[in-house]
């Protein structure tokens, strides 16, 4: 279940030139589940045609505060009243100011009066614009009155220059609003999660591992962090920066890894095993580089601990989440690894191919528990981290008694 899943939520695009980005935002919202209506400033018609928008969001698109056939069916009030969440992407720095000042010169300004909905801005701007102390001080009057910000990112602008003041990712924008709804579903928790690959030594520069990246398992991470909880991550070797506001433990072998878990499982009240674990290591590593002899080499290969088996049998475990990775007959592996490891839940993915699993951005995933099971079908990794967490978040208060 994605915390957007069935939320109403109004697209404002104002004009400037990320209004480009507007459209896959829109899809990504719907793609996690969201109803979309999209409200265009006049100078963001200049910039991406209200077609587009009407096409990726299924609805018609509102321009005018005084359109009288759009006042008959849902007024700006009706969309006001209609909307869960407003989205200002881009917001200008003539739109955040005018709604720092409370303007209502058009459909979209009003709207943003008349809403008891939570706002959450995308600004977007040249970068002395947004350093622009005016501009600033109108950001910091709306965060004040509650509302969101979401960005600027650093980087090239449409202008030629470089430093803050693009517009946030789609997909950041999209995760700024799930967490909107989703701030407290593991408040008070704490979350223990494995991720990327293990590498097991052969020698002192050659090692075994796999191609996880821990993308997922990083995205995991966050979404749990976003949910409230305390998390500790503990990682394989990754490329990834390890997510803020998260404790983070380095592991390199498989045995590291069961090391770091086991240090820190004691007190944890959810474990997630994202990690791609190794299921063999070197017998015995070499302790100096090993020279080219010519002939075959053979290497011996012994079973690691399996580490999420391991805490699943402690006693008083935790709420234990396993991921099983599978080229085929997915439902039926995924679920005799639920009842062999004796977890609460698993979410199983297919790999070896391309577009999901190992590696790539986008995931598909469908979760198991005893009685039950969800698809959550493609999406990226961050989408499908949030989606899970929800379900781990239900799972968890159905099945973990609680005092009171
Ligand atoms: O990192 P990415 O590139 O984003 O890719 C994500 C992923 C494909 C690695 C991830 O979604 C995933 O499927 N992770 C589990 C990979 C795996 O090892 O699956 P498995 O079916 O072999 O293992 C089953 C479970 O046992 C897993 O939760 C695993 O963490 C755990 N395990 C396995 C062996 C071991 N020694 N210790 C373990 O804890």
Redesign the pocket.
């Known amino acids: 279940m994605n915390s957007l899943a069935h939320r109403h939520i109004c697209v404002i695009v104002s004009g400037g030139i990320a209004a480009y980005k507007g459209p896959e935002l829109v899809r990504r919202l719907r793609d996690a589940g969201a109803e979309v209506r999209v409200v265009m400033t006049a100078a963001a018609t200049e910039f991406v045609r209200p077609l587009t928008f009407q096409a990726v969001s299924g609805s018609p698109v509102h321009v005018d505060l005084l359109d009288p056939a759009a006042e008959a069916a849902m007024g700006h009030i009706e969309l006001a009243r209609w909307a869960d969440l407003v989205i200002v992407a881009p917001a200008t720095a003539d739109f955040l100011a005018r709604i720092a000042h409370g303007l209502a010169d058009d459909l979209a300004a009003t709207l943003c009066l008349a809403t008891a909905a939570p706002l959450l801005v995308a600004p977007a701007m040249n970068r002395l614009m947004w350093a622009h102390p005016a501009t600033q001080h109108n950001v910091a009057l709306l965060q004040q009155r509650g509302v969101h910000c979401c960005g600027p990112n650093d980087g090239g602008q449409a202008c030629g220059e470089t430093g803050a003041g693009r517009m946030a990712e789609p997909l950041e924008i999209v995760q700024a609003a799930a967490a909107l709804h989703q701030h407290d579903a593991l408040a008070g928790l704490r979350v223990l999660i ?4 293990t590498q097991e030594p052969i020698d002192p520069v050659r090692f075994i591992t ?8 990083y ?1 995991v991470a966050a979404a749990a962090r976003d949910a409230g909880a305390q998390v500790t991550l503990v990682s394989g070797p ?1 490329r990834l920066a390890p997510p803020a506001g998260c404790e983070f433990v380095a592991a390199t072998s ?1 045995a590291d ?2 090391q770091a878990v086991l240090a820190h499982v004691a007190d944890c009240d959810i474990f997630i ?7 063999y290591t070197v017998s015995a590593p070499a302790a100096q580089k090993m020279k080219k002899e010519g002939a075959a080499l053979t290497l011996t290969l012994e079973p ?8 699943a049998a402690r006693p008083g475990a935790p709420f234990t989440v ?5 080229t085929e007959r997915l439902a039926e ?1 995924a679920r005799g ?1 639920l009842e062999a ?1 004796s977890l609460n839940m ?4 297919l ?1 070896g191919r391309a577009g999901t ?4 951005d986008d ?1 598909e ?1 469908s979760v198991f528990w005893r009685g039950g099971e969800k698809q959550l079908g493609t999406a990226s ?1 961050q989408i499908l981290a949030r989606a899970l967490v929800a379900i781990i978040a239900e799972r968890y208060r159905a099945e973990v008694p609680h005092p009171g």
Do not use: C, H, W
């Not at 698993?346 to 993915?349: G, L, Q, R, Y």
């Open positions: 494995t991720a990327g690959p796999n191609r996880s990246s821990g993308k997922m398992g995205a990754t498989a890894m069961l095993a994202t990690a791609a674990v190794a299921d690691t601990q399996d580490i999420l088996r391991a805490v396993g991921f099983a990775a599978e592996y690894k490891k698993i979410a199983a993915n790999v699993g190992f590696e790539s995931n995933l990794k």
